[in-house]
Nanobody
């Protein structure tokens, strides 16, 4: 079992920044990679960024150059630093361990 708890969402103006956190607990040895997804109203959930145990990262084209995924192994926490936010980034953001576990989601709202 893996538990994932997100935090850091909120309301921000366009051009602003937010940092999301995802704290993992439980059988974290089973986690090879973690990622952040988002789901906007009426749209499918999409993968925003991922980070592997090796440190390799991947990003959706829509966030490249603006978002940065990172991790703190000592704290078992993955972060998503979001800069230059746009109204189209508004969504519920979910943390996932890619082996079937999800966080509860955190709302990010970007006003124009």
């Amino acid at each position: 079992q893996v538990q994932l708890v997100e935090s850091g969402g909120g309301l921000v103006q366009a051009g602003g920044s937010l940092r999301l956190s995802c704290a993992a607990s439980g059988s974290i040895f089973s986690i090879n990679a973690m990622g952040w997804y988002r789901q906007a109203p009426g749209k499918q959930r999409e993968l925003v960024a991922s980070i592997f145990r090796s440190g390799t990262t991947n990003y959706a084209d829509s966030v490249k150059g603006r978002f940065t995924i990172s991790r703190d192994n000592a704290k078992n926490t993955v972060y998503l630093q979001m800069n230059s936010l746009k109204p189209e980034d508004t969504a519920v953001y979910y943390c996932s361990s890619f082996n079937g576990y999800w966080g509860q989601g955190t709302q990010v709202t970007v006003s124009s």
